[in-house]
């Protein structure tokens, strides 16, 4: 979730080196539950190599039961800013 502090960062620089947290905390959460939401995805087509490697995804953690609930959190969050 590194790579989402650019966001913060290009808010900062946009406003002038300004760091809101009213507007940076939920922009900050937003991109966390979207890096979940495409990350869980996309962990779904590797999940048979995970298994054999012993990689504990995303995928495998959450299982398929609870994954459509998951991405729909992660998408809601996303766009509400968490």
Do not use: M
């Not at 959460?29 to 012993?54: E, F, I, M, P």
């Amino acid at each position: 979730c590194t790579f989402n502090w650019g966001a913060v960062l290009g808010y900062s620089a946009a406003t002038g080196g300004a760091v809101d947290p009213a507007v940076c905390l939920p922009l900050y959460g937003g991109c966390v539950a979207w890096t979940l939401l495409y990350d869980t995805l996309y962990a779904h087509q590797d999940k048979s190599d995970d298994k054999k490697l012993g990689l504990r995804s995303s995928a495998l953690t959450i299982g398929d039961e609870a994954t459509p609930l998951f991405l729909r959190a992660c998408g809601a969050a996303a766009v509400g800013g968490a």
